[in-house]
């Protein structure tokens, strides 16, 4: 057998394993990551973002199906859920700053968490999308493995929550420090509580950036709206749709 | 290891949960919840902050975190599958997002300064 047969017979093999996609899932965030340290950690040039058009783009180039590609990447999917019961850790650290600012942590985690779900989809509603538009828009404040869980369970596209997930995550930490000097906001623990409220993890990371106590409330207010909004999205879906 | 078998017994416990009374929330949601109340009683039992139960889950905790972005990879990609509906209503999508984003930024910070505000009137020192 020739050279390019063998080659052929190896991608063959290869491309319907799960190791090669897992490696690639792997390999394309870090690549990724290096591209965004190479910015100064720009918030535009969002890791997870641009490891998802990598990764589509080997697929589409190479005709592999989601299908067969999820095979190996399923390995990093699964710990999702336990990244996301690991959020009890950094709540449970900073509880003493939760009960010293009891008062304004609830009162802008109801407000905040009600806006995110009602604006997002009140304004798909108003612009005639379908439900299963507005659902997918709902929980997209939360952090993914959340709000994946919500649209699936509500009959949204989990896939297109996860993609406006990490859009909300990337437009916020964008906007949030230039928004609030324009609105000449200098309490840090409720810039950061914003940030972290609307814009997860992303949003966090970028908090820490600015300053510590703005990240470690944009971090409380991550967790915090998570739970929150996993409670009450079917309640105020219930009442829009 | 033992840090990763008590978060996963917290996740699988959320997930009997959920599917036993039919809850529409997702099994991690309350996963968070049922951690808190691990760490909490892990405190009271030692009547120690932060002890050994703490050391374990703590190491496996900030892994998992530090790796987050990671981990909505394949989600992400999931979207290739249907990229049909984001074109079709890709302008939607956008305005929905745009415009829930900055509202949702300026009621948090608003609520909070305020509620800081009113609830400091009580002399509770909420510093910063």
């Not at chain 1, 995550?169 to 200098?186: C, D, E, F, S």
Request: charged content about 10%; aromatic content about 8%; proline content about 4%.
């Amino acid at each position: 057998m020739d050279t390019s047969g063998r080659v052929f017979e190896l991608w063959v093999y290869l491309s319907t394993s799960p190791l090669l996609w897992l490696t690639v899932t792997i390999g394309a965030y870090i690549a990724a990551q290096r591209l965004a340290a190479a910015s100064g950690f720009n918030p535009i040039v969002n890791p997870v973002l641009i490891s998802v058009a990598l990764v589509v783009l080997i697929l589409t180039a190479t005709g592999t199906s989601y299908s067969a590609y999820f095979d190996g990447a399923q390995f990093v999917h699964f710990a999702l859920g336990p990244a996301t019961v690991a959020l009890a850790v950094p709540l449970y650290r900073n509880r003493t700053l939760i009960r010293q600012n009891f008062v304004p942590v609830i009162v802008a985690l109801v407000a905040g968490s009600l806006t995110a779900i009602v604006c997002a989809t009140g304004v798909a509603l108003l612009l005639g999308a379908p439900d299963s538009v507005a659902i997918s828009l709902a929980p997209k404040s939360a952090t993914a493995g959340i709000a994946v869980g919500i649209s699936q369970q509500l009959g949204g596209d989990p896939a297109l929550t996860a993609l406006l997930v990490i859009f909300t995550g990337v437009l916020g930490a964008i906007i949030v420090t230039p928004l609030m000097n324009l609105l000449r906001i200098k309490n840090y623990a409720a810039r950061g509580f914003a940030a972290g409220l609307t814009s997860h993890g992303i949003g966090t990371a970028r908090a820490f950036q600015v300053n510590e106590i703005a990240g470690t409330f944009s971090g409380l207010a991550m967790a915090l709206n998570g739970i929150l909004t996993s409670a009450i999205a079917a309640i105020v879906l219930g009442l829009l749709l | 290891m033992e840090g990763l078998f008590v978060i996963l017994v917290c996740q699988l416990v959320g997930e009997i949960v959920v599917r036993t009374l039919d809850l529409s929330m997702p099994a991690p949601a309350l996963g968070i919840v049922l951690l808190l109340g691990y760490l909490w009683l892990a405190d009271r039992r030692t009547g120690s902050e932060d002890g050994a139960a703490h050391t374990r889950v703590n190491g496996v905790a900030d892994t998992l975190l530090k790796n987050l972005g990671v981990l909505f990879v394949p989600l992400g990609v999931g979207v290739m599958q249907n990229y049909r509906l984001i074109y079709e209503y890709a302008g939607t999508i956008v305005i929905a997002v745009v415009v829930s984003t900055i509202v949702t930024l300026m009621v948090t910070v608003g609520a909070f300064l305020l509620a800081s505000k009113l609830s400091g009137a009580e002399g509770a020192g909420d510093g910063h």
